[in-house]
Nanobody, 118 residues
Framework: QVQLVESGGGLVQAGGSLRLSCAAS????????MGWFRQAPRKEREFVAT????????YYADSVKGRFTISRDNAKNRVYLQMNNLKPEDTAVYYC???????????WGQGTQVTVSS
């Protein structure tokens, strides 16, 4: 079992920055891939970014590439999402997820709201 708790969301003006944090507990954090996803109102949940167990390999959605940075601290059991140059279209509930099995992200946090005003 893995428990994930996100924090750091809030209201920010366009062009601003936020740093999301996800605290993990349960199974050995350093052994699995982590990811961030988001869901805007009336839209499907979409992939944002992912990072491998070691923190050396990352991958981003085209919509956030160059603006968002995913990182992790295995000593603290945390994964982060630094979001810069935020846009109104980044407004969504952001979810942290863990991939402990081969084919899918199987553990999810409760989400944290990010609202970007224009």
């Amino acid at each position: 079992q893995v428990q994930l708790v996100e924090s750091g969301g809030g209201l920010v003006q366009a062009g601003g920055s936020l740093r999301l944090s996800c605290a993990a507990s349960g199974r050995t954090f350093s052994s699995y891939r982590m990811g961030w996803f988001r869901q805007a109102p009336r839209k499907e949940r979409e992939f944002v970014a992912t990072i491998d167990w070691s923190g050396t390999s990352t991958y981003y959605a085209d919509s956030v590439k160059g603006r968002f940075t995913i990182s992790r601290d295995n000593a603290k059991n945390r994964v982060y999402l630094q979001m810069n140059n935020l846009k109104p279209e980044d407004t969504a509930v952001y979810y942290c997820a863990a991939k402990t099995v081969r084919d899918r992200f199987d553990y999810w946090g409760q989400g944290t709201q990010v609202t970007v005003s224009s």
